[in-house]
C-alpha cells in the first residue's frame, strides 16, 4: 500500500493546504495542514537519518497534550515508526513497568517531569533519550518549505501506536493500534456523526488515552477537520472556548459534562453551534441528560474500548430522549454477538458478554500472547462488557462482567444500582462495589457524593432502594464522602474503591 493512503495529513496538505489543522491554547500557536505537514515531515527525516529509527522501532513519549506531542505521532506515521504515549500520572515504578514491556529505542520526555524521570531506572534500556524541547525547534522553527517525504511502504496491518490500558483490573496491558484500526474507526466514526471538515472541537482528553487520539482527533484528521488543543480539562475554559471558536461536536467522559453543567458559565454561555455532545467510557445518569438536553444540546451516547475502533456504538440524537441509558446500535463496520456464559447466543432482552468483531479490533496486547489469545475467538474479541439487546436492536451496557458480584446465589450488577440512585437526584457521583459478607458471599457497597446543597440520611437512602429494588440487590453498606476517586481515563476508580473499604476492614479488626 502507497504510504499516500495512509498519510492524512500529507492528503490534506495538497488538498486544503491553507486550513487551520491545529491550534494550541496555552501558547496561542496555530498550523495549517501544509504547514504542519512539512513540519512532520522534516522531523520524519530526523528521526529516521539522525536518530536511525526503523520501520517498527517504538518511540516513548512522556508528556501533556501539547502540540509537539501531535507532531511526533504524525512524523512517526510517515517513518513507520510506532508511538508509546506514557501516562504522566503513573509513579516512576509504574511507568517502568510500561517502558521495560514496550522496549523504545527513542524516548522524549517533557522538562516539567524532570524530576519524576530521573526516578525511572527503565533508562538504561534505551538507546536515545531526549527532552521535548528538541521537537519544538520542528514546530516552531523555520520551516524549509518542503513537504515531500519517501517513506517505506507500509499496510494496514502495520502498527501506528502501542496504547496501555487504564489498568482497571491492576494490570496494564498494551493495546496494538495499527492502520485499519484508525482508517475503519474514522470511516466508522465519520458515518455515524456526519463528521466534515468544517467540524471543531476542542482536545482535551489525554493522549496516553484512546479517548485522546481515537474519538475524535484521528476522524477530525481523516475528514480534514480542526482542533484547538488544550493540556488539561477546565470545564469554565471549555465552556468559554466552545462559544468563542464556535465548537460543532464535543467529548466527554459523564464526569466532565457533570462539571461542565455545574459551572457557573453554564447558563450564560451560548451554545448554539453544538450540534450534540458525544458520551462514552461509563454511562452517563438520565439526570444529566436532562440537564444537557434543558440547553438544547443532544447526549450522543457512545461506546468504545481502547481494543476495538474505540468508536463502537452511537446512540442517534433522534433517539435520546425515547431510548435513554441506550448505547445506541453498532457502527457501520461492526459485527456484534451477545454471548451466554456457555458460549451460546441470547436472546433479545437477555443480558450476556458483548462479543465484536470488525476491523477495528485490535491484532493484539504487544508481547502477550497468551492474553491476546484468550481475549480473541475468531476474530471475535471478548469485550468483558454485559450488555442486553431489546426488541429494536438498540443496546444498553449493564456493567462489566468483573463488576458483577454473587449474594446469595444472585448475580449482582452495580451499575443497575448505580443508574437507580442516580435518579433520586440528590447524588452528583455514585458507586457501587461488591464486597465480603459471612452471609450471603458478597453484598453490595455504596459510596455516594452529594450534589452541592443535596443531603438526606442514610435510612432515607435505604427507604428509597426499598422501594425501587429487590432486596437481594439494595447495598447493605452506604458511605458518603466529598468526592470519588478516578482513575487516568476520567473513571470512577472502583478499584480505589475497594482499597478503601478493606481499609477500613482492617481497622475494625
Known amino acids: ?218 476522524p477530525f484528521l481523516f475528514n480534514g477537520a480542526s482542533h484547538t488543543l488544550l493540556n488539561s480539562f477546565d470545564a469554565g475554559l471549555i465552556l468559554e472556548l466552545m462559544e468563542k471558536e464556535k465548537t460543532t461536536i464535543m467529548f466527554g467522559v459523564p464526569t466532565m459534562l457533570q462539571m461542565i453543567s455545574d459551572n457557573p458559565k453554564w447558563n450564560e454561555t451560548d451554545l448554539s453551534t453544538l450540534r450534540y455532545a458525544i458520551v462514552g467510557g461509563a454511562p452517563m445518569p438520565v439526570p444529566l441528560i436532562d440537564k444537557w438536553h434543558q440547553k438544547g444540546i443532544f447526549i450522543r451516547q457512545g461506546y468504545g474500548l481502547t481494543e476495538v475502533g474505540p468508536n463502537c456504538f452511537s446512540l442517534h440524537q433522534d433517539d435520546a430522549y425515547r431510548k435513554k441509558g441506550s448505547i445506541g446500535f453498532p457502527n457501520f463496520y461492526i459485527e456484534t454477538k451477545v454471548v451466554r456464559d456457555d458460549g451460546s447466543e441470547a436472546n433479545d432482552n437477555e443480558t450476556g458478554e458483548l462479543w465484536l468483531r470488525s476491523p477495528v479490533v485490535t491484532p493484539g496486547y504487544f508481547n502477550k500472547p497468551n492474553e491476546t489469545e484468550n481475549s480473541i475467538t475468531d476474530g471475535w474479541f471478548h469485550t468483558g462488557d454485559m450488555v442486553l439487546r431489546d426488541e429494536e436492536g438498540y443496546f444498553y451496557v449493564v456493567d462489566r462482567k468483573k463488576n458483577m458480584f454473587i449474594s446469595g446465589g444472585e448475580n449482582v450488577y452495580p451499575a443497575e444500582i448505580e443508574r437507580f440512585l442516580y435518579a433520586h437526584g440528590s447524588f452528583k457521583e455514585v458507586a457501587v462495589i461488591g464486597v465480603a459478607d459471612s452471609k450471603w458471599g458478597e453484598t453490595g457497597k455504596a459510596f455516594l457524593v452529594f450534589k452541592d446543597g443535596d443531603s438526606i440520611s442514610i435510612e432515607e437512602i435505604k427507604k428509597y432502594c426499598l422501594d425501587g429494588l429487590a432486596k437481594y440487590k439494595i447495598p447493605k453498606y452506604f458511605e458518603i464522602l466529598e468526592t470519588l476517586p478516578k482513575n487516568d481515563a476520567g473513571k470512577i476508580d472502583k478499584l480505589k474503591l475497594n482499597e478503601l473499604h478493606n481499609q477500613q476492614i482492617n481497622q475494625l479488626n
Request: charged share 20%.
Open 1 to 218: 500500500m502507497n504510504n499516500y493512503q495512509i498519510d492524512w495529513l500529507a492528503k490534506w496538505a495538497k488538498y486544503t493546504p491553507g486550513k487551520l489543522f491545529l491550534r494550541e491554547y496555552f501558547r496561542n500557536i496555530e498550523f495549517s495542514f501544509k504547514d504542519f505537514n512539512i513540519r512532520a515531515s522534516s522531523l520524519a527525516l530526523y528521526l529516521k537519518n539522525e536518530l536511525e529509527l526503523k520501520k517498527g522501532d517504538r518511540l516513548a513519549v512522556y508528556s501533556k497534550n501539547c502540540a509537539e506531542y501531535v507532531l511526533l505521532l504524525l512524523a512517526s506515521i510517515k517513518a513507520g515508526v510506532i508511538l508509546v504515549p506514557l501516562n504522566f500520572r503513573l509513579t516512576p515504578r509504574e511507568l517502568d513497568v510500561l517502558i521495560h514491556d514496550s522496549g523504545p529505542s527513542v524516548l522524549f520526555y517533557d522538562a516539567e517531569y524532570e524530576n519524576e524521570f530521573k526516578k525511572l531506572t527503565s533508562t538504561s534500556e534505551i538507546s536515545t533519550i531526549l527532552k521535548l524541547e528538541k521537537v519544538t525547534a520542528f514546530l516552531t522553527g523555520e520551516s524549509d518549505g518542503k513537504d515531500e517525504f519517501t517513506a517505506d511502504e507500509f499496510t494496514f496491518d502495520d502498527p501506528v501506536m502501542i496504547l496501555y490500558t487504564a489498568g482497571t483490573t491492576g494490570v496494564s496491558k498494551g493495546v496494538i493500534i495499527n492502520h485499519s484500526m484508525l482508517f475503519w474507526n474514522a470511516v466508522n466514526t465519520t458515518l455515524r456523526l456526519d463528521l466534515t471538515g468544517n467540524d471543531h472541537t476542542q482536545s482535551f482528553a489525554p493522549f496516553f488515552h484512546t479517548g485522546g487520539w481515537n474519538v475524535l482527533f484521528t
